[in-house]
């Protein structure tokens, strides 16, 4: 008999796509229950074109103007099975946290942490506030990055499992 799967969620993650759009967004994404973008979308069609492959939740960046900072807030804060999240584009992560953000993520009990900005993949887990931090890097061609990369992973109950790293070539 094989396991039964009800609630498990398939989550697709990018960062800085700075308005550009890949078709591999389409390919490794085609498969999850939502996509997470956090922030410096740059063009609202990047938005429309990944909304279209799943539900998106989006945040706005620094980069982000006009349609994109209407439709996406700053920060984001939701649940998804067990699991607390909290989504920005400035965030820093555990050990340089940016100003305030430690004392948010403390007080509302967040269990998995995703921001953007700094072009840098991490993924790293916090010991002293209990929860996951994610940068998926950046997916899209500007900035200093030599590698574009996004994510995939499941939320199953509260476990976060199954984290694929995929670097976009090309």
Sequence with gaps: MSPIFL???RIGLLSDTHSCWDEKYVTYFSGCDEIWHAGDIGDISIVER??????LRAVSGNV???????ECPAMMKFKVEDVKVFM????GYPGKYSPGIKKLLRENQIN??????SHILKVIYDNELNLLHI????A???GWHNKRTIIRFVIDQENI?????????G
Aim: hydrophobic share 40%.
């Design 64 to 70: 982000d103007h006009g349609f994109v900072r209407q």
């Design 140 to 142: 899209g061609k500007q």
């Design 7 to 9: 609630n498990m969620k």
């Design 50 to 55: 990944l909304e279209r492959i799943a539900p």
């Design 135 to 138: 940068n998926p890097g950046a």
């Design 161 to 169: 499992k199954d984290l694929e790293v995929i670097e976009l070539v």
């Design 88 to 91: 920005t584009h400035i965030g």
């Design 112 to 117: 998995l942490f995703i921001d953007g900005h």
